[in-house]
């Protein structure tokens, strides 16, 4: 039998106590998603999972019965852990967990809520920090560091099987569910994202309301072998961020979730803190990459809590060709004049 996450982590901690603390918190975290896990699996027989309870904490988003219940589950899961606040997707505002504790927590407890009730792969995203100095942890501006400050990061999918996959900041670990035993082993100590791969994930219906460099990137994998990628392309739309991030770790490609011109999208979609801080330390600590165009993911430091950020990610060539796009010349100067402005979609 392969190592359990926490015999893992045991031996990466030793007896240093920061790690120590990482340690007990990543393995309460995957009690918790554990548990989730099982609840997921019962589906309907479990209640009414997919239920509307009314509108998320930015006040937008649709929030569903297990968003509220796996948020209730991990928050749970921590009490008594080395944390001294949690935020979530869920609250406005960050709360309390063990005073004086030295990490701070954010999480998406729910990641593609709208795929409940479709029996559609969902997951659980995590990012732990320190709690700063001079800083009340319980208290926004304590999530008010870049992603690079993340000491731990990672995310459950609750797929035809129950992956978690973490990174401690020294490359990114994939570990599976044990269903008999109710605990996580490890399958795969470092993972490294395959760099060629011809697979991208954007949410199509938003083609008309993409930046123009943008439409063109996509519009140029769209052409295939007769455009200037010269080569096909396949696509897919998952609508589970997390679980896209899952099949990049596993075999590569791209994934955009880009600003556009509809209300409440110009920022983006996807949540800094507690989607693409963690998502981006994975591909980071996988060999590939996270930006928001422009700037690494994890360089930028959040002035909100739920702020959201433009995310592209996956392989890391195909990251720096759309920044290429994006902030030309390069990319767009390169095109061949035959390629000109005629994407398939805007012909
Ligand atoms: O419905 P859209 O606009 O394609 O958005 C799908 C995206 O929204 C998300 O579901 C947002 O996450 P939540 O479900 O946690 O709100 C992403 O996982 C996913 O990629
Ligand atoms: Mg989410
Ligand atoms: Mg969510």
Redesign the pocket.
């Known amino acids: 039998m392969s190592e359990t996450l926490d015999e893992y982590l045991g031996r990466w901690a030793g007896t240093d106590p920061l790690r120590q603390a990482v340690r007990a918190t990543v393995t309460a975290l995957a009690s918790g998603t554990a548990a989730i896990a099982a609840l997921v699996a019962d589906g309907p027989l479990a209640g009414e999972l997919a239920a509307s309870r009314g509108v998320g904490a930015d006040g937008w988003d649709d929030q569903k019965e297990l ?1 509220v219940r796996a948020d209730e589950m991990l928050l749970g899961s921590l009490a008594g852990k080395p944390v001294a606040a949690y935020a979530s ?1 869920e609250a406005e505002l960050p709360v309390p967990v063990t005073p004086g504790a030295p990490l701070i927590v954010a999480i ?4 593609g ?1 709208s795929n409940i009730d479709t029996d559609v792969t969902i997951g659980t995203i995590f990012s732990v920090l320190p709690a700063p100095e001079g800083v009340d942890p319980v208290s926004e501006a304590a999530y008010f560091q870049p992603g690079r400050a993340q000491l731990a990061a990672g995310y459950a999918v609750y797929g035809p099987h129950t992956a978690f996959v973490l990174s401690v900041g020294e490359g990114t670990m994939h570990f599976v569910l044990d269903r008999a035993a109710g605990t996580y082993r490890l399958v795969k100590e470092r993972v490294t994202i395959p760099t060629v791969a011809r697979e991208f994930a954007i949410n199509m219906s938003n083609h008309r309301h993409w930046d123009d460099r943008l439409r063109l990137y996509i519009d140029d994998l769209l052409q295939g072998k007769d455009g200037p990628r010269e080569a096909d392309y396949n696509m897919r739309w998952i609508a589970s961020m997390v679980a896209e991030a899952h099949r990049i770790i596993i075999r590569g490609g791209i994934y955009l979730y880009p600003a556009d011109t509809r209300a409440g999208y110009t920022q983006g979609r996807l949540r800094l803190i507690y989607e693409a801080f963690p998502i981006a330390l994975l591909m980071e600590q996988s060999g590939a990459a996270a930006t928001d165009g422009r700037t690494p993911i994890l360089d930028l430091v959040p002035e909100r809590l739920h702020q959201r950020v433009p995310l592209i990610f996956g392989s890391r060539e195909k990251v720096e060709r759309v920044s290429n796009y994006l902030t030309g010349p390069g990319e767009i100067a390169e095109r061949a004049p035959l390629f000109g402005r005629r994407g398939l979609l805007t012909a």
Do not use: K, R, T, Y
């Open positions: 968003d997707e998406d407890p729910l990641d809520s």
